[in-house]
Each structure stands twice: as structure tokens, then as C-alpha cells.
């Protein structure tokens, strides 16, 4: 769960939006691949499941637990760099070494390994273990996919391209339509065009796009079609106010930093009203 600040190029923001928009690119789905609904009421449960709130249409959880039942399911898949307590499952040319031969962690998340984007070799390591992942979240009945950590390249000291992250990125998503899924891009908005343009992402999921004033951007490539989740350790004015503000996006939820579930001390869920 990382961003960066950095906005794009208004000029190659609003090129791509408009060749987006002539073409048609990204545009079209298989009939048995969904969108979440336009305007729905999100639920973000990686921090465990738990039965949806009432008015919850949008629930997105770990692809190690199961879909909720009767809303649009999209399932988490940490596709850049590996999740805690799973390095053991990775096969070592799937994964970054330093000069010294030692392994890149992410600085935020120092339990978390880079994986190896740079060469198509590595990128087919990284997809022997994803491949199966996204094809269970199938199996398992969810609606989408969606990948986080597309920006490692950003925390790689330069090893990294952002070129490669998106040539995996594309294959992922690939993955994803054959499947029947719908794919998702987590936050990255410093690359929001690429990865719709040229992965092929079909909706965005956000954290904090508004305390970082990011939403805008992402609405521009993917619409109404933007899944918003705000903390409630970092809101800079009360979320009733973020609510009602134009950029805000449509399908938006206020949680608890570790996204717990209903009785511990720290859950927090708010939604905004129904327009």
C-alpha cells in the first residue's frame, strides 16, 4: 500500500485521456467480465473478512479468504513484491538482489521483498507463482482482481524500470480477462495513464486519493470507475466534508489503518450518504 506524490504532465495526462477515449482503448469487455457498479458503496476488508455492512455493494478482500456473498467481490493480489510470512514461496530468480547479492525490501514494508521486473525471464517466474493466484481468485467467484505495488520500480534505487513494471502489469491483466475478471490498478497514480493506455486496467482502486489530491487523476482515465479508501489516522478535515467535495469519487470509504474487523477497539467504518 504505497503512492507516490508526483502528478503527471498535464499535457501527457490529457493527450492519453483523449486518445483513450477516440479509440476506444480499454474501453470494451468480454461479455462475462463485470465492472463494479457505478457509484456503489465500497467495503475494504484485507485486514480480515466480515459479513458486509448494510448498503455495501463493493467488498474487496485478501485472495487467501473467500468473496463475500451478493456484492461485487474484488480479490488483493500483491503482484510486485511478496506479502509477509510468503517469501518462501517464491523461486529465487523471481526475486530482486542488490549489487551485493542481497535482497531488495521495501523500505515502508521491510517484511516485503521487490520482485525481478527487468527481464522477461523474470517476469515469467513472477508469473508461474501470480498466474495461479488470479485464476483461483476466479475459481473462488470473485468478480476482479486487483494488483498492487505496480510502482516498486520507484523504490528500486534505479534498478527498476518503470517500462518493464508495466510490461508485467500487462501481462497480469491479461491473465485477469482470461480468467473472466475484471482488473483493478491500485494507487500509482504518477503512472495512471500508462496503465490504462498500455496494461489495459479496466477500474482503479485508491488509498487516500483525496488527502493526496490524486482523485482527479485517476477519474480522468477511469471515470466513474474509481474505488476510493480513506484513513482515518491522516483525514485533514472531517470525512463528511470530503464526501460532498466535487473530486471526491462516487464509490468512497472511510477505514481504520490496519482494516480491522467489527469489535476491535480500533475498527472504523463510514460511507458517505446515498446521492
Same mark, same amino acid.
Do not use: F, W
Given at each position: 500500500m504505497t503512492r507516490s506524490q508526483r502528478a503527471?504532465?498535464? =499535457?501527457?495526462?490529457s493527450g492519453l485521456a483523449a486518445l483513450l477515449l477516440l479509440t476506444g482503448c480499454a474501453?470494451?469487455? #468480454?461479455?462475462?467480465?463485470? &465492472?463494479?457498479?457505478t457509484g456503489g458503496t465500497p467495503d475494504y476488508q484485507l485486514g480480515g473478512a466480515s459479513e458486509p455492512p448494510p448498503g455495501v455493494t463493493i467488498v474487496a478482500r485478501d485472495r487467501s479468504a473467500a468473496p463475500a456473498?451478493? =456484492?461485487?467481490?474484488?480479490?488483493? =493480489?500483491n503482484g510486485f513484491q511478496t506479502q509477509p510470512g510468503e517469501l518462501a514461496e517464491w523461486p529465487d530468480e523471481a526475486l530482486l538482489r542488490d549489487d551485493a547479492g542481497e535482497l531488495v525490501h521495501d523500505p515502508a514494508w521491510p517484511d516485503e521483498v521487490l520482485l525481478d521486473t527487468r527481464t522477461a525471464a523474470t517476469r515469467d517466474a513472477i508469473r508461474e507463482v501470480v498466474d495461479p493466484w488470479i485464476e483461483g481468485c476466479a475459481r473462488d467467484g470473485y468478480d476482479a482482481v486487483e494488483f498492487d505495488n505496480l510502482d516498486t520500480y520507484s523504490r528500486s534505487a534505479g534498478v527498476l524500470t518503470r517500462?518493464?513494471? @508495466?510490461? &508485467?502489469?500487462? #501481462?497480469? =491483466?491479461?491473465? +485477469?480477462? +482470461?480468467?473472466?475478471?475484471? #482488473?483493478?490498478?491500485?494507487? +500509482?497514480a504518477d503512472d495512471v495513464a500508462l496503465m490504462r493506455s498500455q496494461a489495459g486496467f479496466d477500474f482503479a482502486v485508491t488509498e487516500e486519493c483525496m488527502v493526496f489530491a490524486e482523485c482527479e487523476n485517476f477519474a480522468e482515465f477511469y471515470g466513474a470507475h474509481v474505488i476510493d479508501i480513506e484513513y482515518t489516522d491522516e483525514l485533514p478535515r472531517p470525512f463528511a466534508e470530503m464526501c460532498v467535495d466535487p473530486a #471526491?469519487?462516487?464509490?468512497? @470509504?472511510?477505514?481504520?489503518?490496519? &482494516?480491522t474487523v467489527p469489535g476491535s477497539a480500533e475498527y472504523a467504518f463510514e460511507t458517505c450518504p446515498a446521492e
Open positions: 503527471l504532465p498535464a =499535457v501527457l495526462s474501453a470494451s469487455l #468480454a461479455p462475462d467480465i463485470t &465492472l463494479p457498479p456473498e451478493g =456484492v461485487y467481490s474484488i480479490c488483493y =493480489v517500462a518493464d513494471n @508495466v510490461e &508485467l502489469a500487462a #501481462a497480469l =491483466v491479461e491473465t +485477469a480477462h +482470461a480468467a473472466g475478471l475484471a #482488473a483493478g490498478q491500485k494507487n +500509482a #471526491a469519487p462516487r464509490s468512497m @470509504v472511510l477505514r481504520d489503518r490496519d &482494516l
